[in-house]
């Protein structure tokens, strides 16, 4: 099955790089996973903020 996820090249400062891989090896995921909970954490936030 081919995967439909769309992919990007990401540029990180180090100290950002630094603090998703620590997040990562924490809970034991990926380094894609974590940069994506954070940006969905985001659109939640701004979801939230926009319907109040």
Known sequence: M???DRQ???RLP???YAFVS????????SL???VTR???ERMDRQ???ATE
Do not use: C, D
């Open 22 to 29: 620590q997040q990562a090896q924490l809970y034991g995921s």
């Open 47 to 49: 979801t939230k903020t």
């Open 2 to 4: 081919a995967r439909t």
């Open 14 to 16: 180090k100290e950002v």
């Open 8 to 10: 990007i090249n990401l």
């Open 32 to 34: 894609s996973s974590e």
């Open 38 to 40: 954070a940006i969905k």
